[in-house]
């Protein structure tokens, strides 16, 4: 079974020694626009004006992907009007996180582990188990900055989650943002897929944008 967008940059995520998420509010809104996405792409749902819309319940055969379909459909179905992705992210984003690693376990590409702050606080990491996925992760998306898209949507669309939430340290750890940013933007921008998913990658950054811009408004308030 193909790993999924969420999954993919989840294990960007991860440290691949503590275990710890690194930039963990930032990288949960991408996990759970990925989900989107892979939907966007299965011809589940639909993303026009900033809006979700469940176009096809059936499952797609991805026990992740499915029960984010089964919550959307149920909460869209609540809904008068269709709902707005920031909505729907801020809602979704973590249970898709906690529902995403779990995956990744189940899957052996991270293992669990308990350990306890200062002796008192437990917490739970999940250390790198089978880096083989990663590692083709992160040559794939480096040919396509050095090369230009491809014909695969869900690489170039990957990028564009990444570059709309800022996380571009997490996937390009040795090149300076003021470098990988500027050719993301020019990657992301381009004719790399059909009309509609491209529009439903520009409505999730957007909203991306503005959860994080409300999540650092709170934090800091």
Request: charged content about 30%.
């Amino acid at each position: 079974m193909a790993v999924t967008l969420a999954e993919e940059i989840m294990l960007l995520s991860l440290d691949d020694e503590s275990g710890a998420a690194k930039e963990r509010q930032s990288a949960a809104w991408a996990v759970a626009g990925g989900i989107l996405l892979d939907l966007v792409l299965a011809g589940r749902v639909s993303v026009d004006d900033g809006r979700l819309r469940v176009t096809d319940a059936a499952p797609t055969g991805v026990p992740l992907l499915d029960e984010r379909l089964r919550q959307l459909t149920v909460y869209c179905g609540k809904k008068s009007r269709a709902p707005k992705v920031t909505e729907w992210l801020t809602k979704d984003h973590g249970k898709a996180v906690r529902a995403t690693v779990e995956s990744l376990r189940e899957r052996g590409l991270v293992r669990e582990e308990q350990h306890r702050v200062l002796g008192l606080f437990p917490v739970t990491r999940y250390p790198e188990a089978d880096g083989s996925v990663e590692r083709e992760l992160r040559a794939r998306l480096g040919a396509v900055v050095l090369e230009g898209p491809t014909h695969h949507a869900r690489t170039t669309g990957l990028l564009a989650l990444i570059h709309g939430a800022k996380l571009h340290r997490l996937a390009f750890p040795d090149v300076p943002r003021k470098e990988i940013a500027p050719r993301l933007e020019e990657l992301t921008a381009g004719e790399w897929a059909a009309e509609g998913v491209r529009r439903a990658i520009r409505d999730m950054q957007a909203a991306m944008v503005a959860v994080t811009a409300a999540t650092m408004v709170t934090v800091t308030g």
